[in-house]
């Protein structure tokens, strides 16, 4: 399956702009759903004998997880 694209508004690079940084509401929205499909990916890497994958996709999660409670406030 092929990720979906990400344009820029036409005229300007993705990420050049102070305004098109997400919201912190959007980046915990991102964590929260990175870390659901990691642990998700991680569980079928480790079923299917891949555990260096399923051990980075932990990984993932943890930081992924650590992102979220860094937007919260919470550490």
Do not use: W
């Not at 344009?7 to 102070?18: I, Q």
């Not at 990175?34 to 569980?43: G, Q, T, Y």
């Amino acid at each position: 399956m092929k990720a979906a694209a990400v344009d820029a508004p036409p005229g300007r690079e993705l990420g050049t702009m102070r305004e098109d940084l997400p919201s912190a509401k959007e980046r915990q929205a991102a964590a929260v759903y990175v870390a659901e499909l990691s642990r998700d990916l991680a569980l079928i890497a480790r079923r299917h004998g891949l555990d260096t994958v399923g051990f980075i996709l932990e990984m993932a999660r943890l930081e992924a997880e650590s992102a979220n409670r860094h937007i919260n406030g919470r550490r």
